[in-house]
């Protein structure tokens, strides 16, 4: 077996609007177990970038500790990227975020990296409300310690060694929304179709943007009686709507009944499609949305799709009222401006 890719590539092979070809958006050859779902995640988001037109040089991809954490080798090798320590991405990212608005910030991350050791990171992320897309590949184990149970793993749920947890799972779906993250979204790794649209939508939305992704570990839980396996998740996978992304402004229309369509307008003009299949869900609205989720883990269904969004959410940047430019770019006249400005200032908490 070889981990060199081959250089050479069919002349006509296709290219997207900035004519970049697919192989473009990937990375290195994947060493992670054959059939890991954290694979199928790292081939949605090389299609969605590849389809939404974005430069490889104006994405910044950052991640942990962990099997989900290696990840990034394999995708945008053109990309800016920072692995930081075990919990502690989200730091880094605020750090980046605020030094470079300009950027396209994807942060990925596991359900170890991130409800154990860096909820506390986590959880300010979201208060903060970075402009970032934070992917959780969920697979309710520590795959790199040998699958030990996870805090995302749920009662009763049978680990590859026989017992089963007893402790009540971490949802991040639930608090996600509850802390006020303005796009919220779960999706299995095993269904590209749903998938791929919500990252593009997650890419262009302004605000913190997480998808939690059902991601089962082949190696050491994906066993009859775990509830993260492939028989399981497919078994009890549940959509709120059919999912597609239009990259094109248009008015905003809204519908809320059962099957029909409601159209959800981002920041850029772009479009969320969502072909309702839940009833009594409202997307736009925090308390319905809840209650779905809700009513769906007392069913002991995995409710996935898009969940919650808030197309007109504020960013940390509009909070802090920070520069358009990205710091490395200022100079002494845009951080010194004279006696002038600081009179003005000081005139204005007087």
């Given at each position: 077996?070889?981990?060199?890719?081959?250089?050479?590539?069919?002349?006509?092979?296709?290219?997207?609007?900035?004519?970049?070809?697919?192989?473009?958006?990937?990375?290195?050859?994947?060493?992670?177990?054959?059939?890991?779902?954290?694979?199928?995640?790292?081939?949605?988001?090389?299609?969605?970038?590849?389809?939404?037109?974005?430069?490889?040089?104006r994405?910044?991809?950052?991640s942990?500790?962990?099997?989900?954490?290696?990840?990034?080798?394999?995708?945008?090798?053109?990309?800016?990227?920072?692995?930081?320590?075990?919990?502690?991405?989200?730091s880094?990212?605020?750090?980046?975020?605020?030094?470079?608005?300009?950027?396209?910030?994807?942060?990925?991350?596991?359900?170890?990296?991130?409800?154990?050791?860096?909820?506390?990171?986590?959880?300010?992320?979201?208060?903060?409300?970075?402009?970032?897309?934070?992917?959780?590949?969920?697979?309710?184990?520590?795959g790199?310690?040998?699958?030990?149970?996870?805090?995302?793993?749920?009662?009763?749920?049978?680990?590859?060694?026989?017992?089963?947890?007893?402790?009540?799972?971490?949802?991040?779906?639930?608090?996600?929304?509850?802390?006020?993250?303005?796009?919220?979204?779960?999706?299995?790794?095993?269904?590209?179709?749903?998938?791929?649209?919500?990252?593009?939508?997650?890419?262009?939305?302004?605000?913190?943007?997480?998808?939690?992704?059902?991601?089962?570990?082949?190696?050491?839980?994906?066993?009859?009686?775990?509830?993260?396996?492939?028989d399981?998740?497919?078994e009890?996978?549940?959509?709120?709507?059919?999912?597609?992304?239009?990259?094109?402004?248009?008015?905003?229309?809204?519908?809320?009944?059962?099957?029909?369509?409601?159209?959800?307008?981002?920041?850029?003009?772009?479009?969320?499609?969502?072909?309702?299949?839940?009833?009594?869900?409202?997307?736009?609205?925090?308390?319905?949305?809840?209650?779905?989720?809700?009513?769906?883990?007392?069913?002991?269904?995995?409710?996935?799709?898009?969940?919650?969004?808030?197309?007109?959410g504020?960013?940390?940047?509009?909070?802090?009222?920070?520069?358009?430019?990205?710091?490395?770019?200022?100079?002494e006249?845009?951080?010194?401006?004279?006696?002038?400005?600081?009179?003005?200032?000081?005139?204005?908490?007087?």
């Amino acid at each position: 077996m070889t981990y060199i890719k081959p250089k050479f590539r069919h002349p006509a092979i296709s290219k997207n609007e900035l004519g970049y070809a697919k192989h473009e958006y990937e990375g290195a050859i994947s060493t992670l177990c054959g059939g890991c779902g954290h694979d199928s995640i790292s081939g949605a988001i090389v299609q969605a970038c590849f389809e939404l037109n974005i430069e490889p040089h104006r994405l910044a991809k950052l991640s942990g500790i962990g099997c989900s954490s290696k990840t990034p080798t394999y995708f945008l090798s053109n990309s800016h990227g920072f692995n930081s320590v075990h919990g502690r991405m989200p730091s880094v990212a605020t750090g980046a975020i605020l030094a470079n608005r300009n950027l396209i910030y994807l942060g990925v991350s596991g359900d170890g990296d991130t409800a154990s050791i860096g909820m506390g990171q986590f959880v300010h992320a979201i208060r903060r409300n970075l402009n970032m897309t934070y992917i959780v590949m969920n697979n309710g184990c520590y795959g790199l310690t040998k699958g030990q149970d996870s805090a995302t793993a749920d009662i009763g749920s049978i680990s590859k060694s026989g017992s089963a947890n007893q402790l009540h799972p971490i949802d991040l779906v639930g608090m996600s929304i509850e802390l006020g993250a303005s796009f919220v979204a779960r999706s299995f790794s095993g269904d590209k179709t749903q998938l791929i649209p919500l990252i593009k939508a997650a890419l262009s939305h302004k605000g913190f943007a997480f998808i939690d992704v059902v991601s089962p570990c082949v190696t050491f839980n994906n066993n009859f009686g775990s509830t993260k396996s492939y028989d399981y998740v497919r078994e009890h996978v549940e959509a709120t709507a059919a999912v597609d992304y239009v990259p094109e402004k248009e008015e905003i229309t809204v519908e809320y009944g059962t099957g029909k369509t409601a159209n959800v307008e981002l920041h850029d003009g772009s479009v969320i499609q969502l072909h309702k299949l839940a009833p009594d869900w409202n997307p736009l609205d925090r308390r319905s949305s809840l209650r779905r989720l809700h009513d769906s883990q007392a069913k002991n269904e995995i409710l996935t799709g898009l969940i919650y969004v808030d197309p007109k959410g504020q960013d940390l940047h509009d909070y802090l009222k920070t520069t358009e430019k990205p710091l490395n770019t200022l100079r002494e006249k845009d951080l010194y401006p004279g006696k002038s400005a600081l009179h003005s200032i000081n005139e204005e908490h007087r």
